[in-house]
């Protein structure tokens, strides 16, 4: 197999529909890896139990929301995050708690306060990096249940635009590139394009490829 043609692309930035698993072999090695792979615990079927709150009165949560789907149904093997990790220098990978069996034991972890006040959702995320630097750093940005600071999702796990630009700005320098393995919806393509990075997305759901051309076509306004 070769290289396919790209799904989309404009200056500095390449999508490809496909499973990474039959890309990343083609492609040259990137500065950073930025990415939210599935986490393998049955999110794409919705919830089940309740919210506790009102007074203690229990709101059923709706269970099988993304029924038809099967992102979340089985994590990566670590096969495969050897092959992601062998092309960048450095990584930063959404849900490292789901991976701390197959990935290498982190020194710099990344720690998401979504300000949460949501019972049923986590307080926070954890984010694993390769970073040779013994720390922990807590970034805070709200992102409440369903409702957040952040326009209509297009993907059911879409992290905030802003949240991925913050981390960008801290982990990159305008003249390196981005790789984003599990892309969904786009969120780190269009952060790299309006920080002047070169990016490269993979995903293979083509809906989500649709949404993220449509993402990065829209121009920012700068007053």
């Not at 089940?48 to 990566?76: L, T, V």
């Not at 802003?162 to 790789?179: A, F, G, H, Q, W």
Request: with cysteine.
């Amino acid at each position: 197999m070769s290289l396919p043609k790209p799904y989309y692309e404009e200056e500095g930035i390449t999508i490809y529909h496909a499973d990474c698993k039959d890309i990343l072999p083609y492609l040259e090695p990137v500065d950073l890896v930025l990415t939210d792979p599935p986490y393998g615990i049955g999110r794409d079927k919705g919830f089940s139990g309740s919210w506790s709150f009102n007074g203690g009165k229990g709101i059923p949560i709706a269970c099988n929301r993304y029924e038809d789907d099967n992102w979340d149904n089985e994590r990566p093997s670590k096969e495969l995050f050897n092959l992601i990790l062998e092309k960048a220098h450095n990584a930063l990978i959404f849900g490292g708690n789901y991976f701390a069996d197959i990935l290498p034991q982190g020194k710099h972890w990344i720690v998401w306060d979504k300000l949460q006040t949501m019972p049923t959702f986590g307080d926070c995320e954890l984010i694993w990096t390769n970073i040779k630097k013994n720390s922990v750093k807590k970034k805070v940005y709200e992102y409440n249940g369903l409702i957040g600071k952040e326009p209509q999702r297009g993907h059911p796990t879409q992290k905030p635009l802003k949240l991925i630009t913050r981390l960008l700005n801290e982990y990159s320098i305008p003249s390196m590139s981005i790789i984003d393995p599990f892309m969904g919806s786009g969120t780190t393509l269009r952060a790299a394009k309006d920080l002047g990075r070169k990016a490269i997305g993979i995903e293979i759901e083509e809906k989500y490829c649709q949404i993220a051309v449509q993402r990065l076509k829209q121009e920012v306004l700068k007053f």
